[in-house]
T-cell receptor, first 115, second 111 residues
Framework: DAGITQSPRHKVTETGTPVTLRCHQT?????MYWYRQDPGHGLRLIHY???????DKGEVSDGYSVSRSKTEDFLLTLESATSSQTSVYFC??????????????FGEGSWLTVV | DQQVKQNSPSLSVQEGRISILNCDYT??????FLWYKKYPAEGPTFLIS?????DKNEDGRFTVFLNKSAKHLSLHIVPSQPGDSAVYFC??????????FGAGTILRVKS
């Protein structure tokens, strides 16, 4: 299993509060991603990083920000949580482009409930 | 606009029989296709992939077929086992490391 740790694994928060999810990897992979999983939508990319301080938006980035100050850590922040952000969040990592199949490895997920 | 579609939300198969999971895509520039398997309360795990220059890739009980003219791929599991019961996601890669996922198909293998 890829060395990916997500924290917290479960969180309940109130609407309007800021929330930060942390992803930590021990594989020294260059690329890190945040996805959310929702019924009927599969996994959708929120933001990704291709190096320290290098990040870009995915398809559902509104309301989220990210930071990557070290290779091993990728933070996802909900500036002001809304009920529509209730979801399961998955961190993922991968090697540099060109690796066979561009395989991405996922963490175990963080369950976030916004009430 | 969903670029990767899995039109069957669920599939039920008898143990020992073949499971066929289908996936359609719209972007002809996708260069790799992958299947992921997900158990409840766990992260998705990579199952098998295929390059856009191939039409078949096999790994044990799992075979993926790619029909580029129809923009269609399928995952065959033979023989199906109860432990294969999970959600299966089809994914496609474009120019590197971003994956676009389908909505998933729940496979139930009955013993």
């Amino acid at each position: 299993d890829a060395g990916i740790t997500q924290s917290p694994r479960h969180k309940v928060t109130e609407t309007g509060t800021p929330v930060t999810l942390r992803c930590h990897q021990t594989e020294n992979h260059r690329y890190m991603y945040w996805y959310r999983q929702d019924p009927g939508h599969g996994l959708r990319l929120i933001h990704y990083s291709y190096g320290v301080k290098d990040t870009d938006k995915g398809e559902v980035s509104d309301g989220y920000s990210v930071s990557r100050s070290k290779t091993e850590d990728f933070l996802l922040t909900l500036e002001s949580a809304t009920s529509s952000q209730t979801s399961v969040y998955f961190c993922a990592i991968s090697e540099s482009p060109g690796s066979s199949g561009n395989t991405i490895y996922f963490g175990e997920g963080s369950w976030l409930t916004v009430v | 606009d969903q670029q990767v579609k899995q039109n069957s939300p669920s599939l039920s198969v008898q143990e020992g029989r073949i499971s066929i999971l289908n996936c359609d895509y719209t972007n002809s520039m996708f260069d790799y296709f992958l299947w992921y398997k997900k158990y409840p309360a766990e992260g998705p795990t990579f199952l098998i992939s295929i390059s856009s220059i191939k039409d078949k890739n096999e790994d044990g009980r799992f075979t993926v077929f790619l029909n580029k003219s129809a923009k269609h791929l399928s995952l065959h599991i033979v023989p199906s086992q109860p432990g294969d019961s999970a959600v299966y996601f089809c994914a496609a890669s474009l120019y590197g490391n971003k994956l676009v996922f389908g909505a998933g198909t729940i496979l139930r293998v009955k013993s």
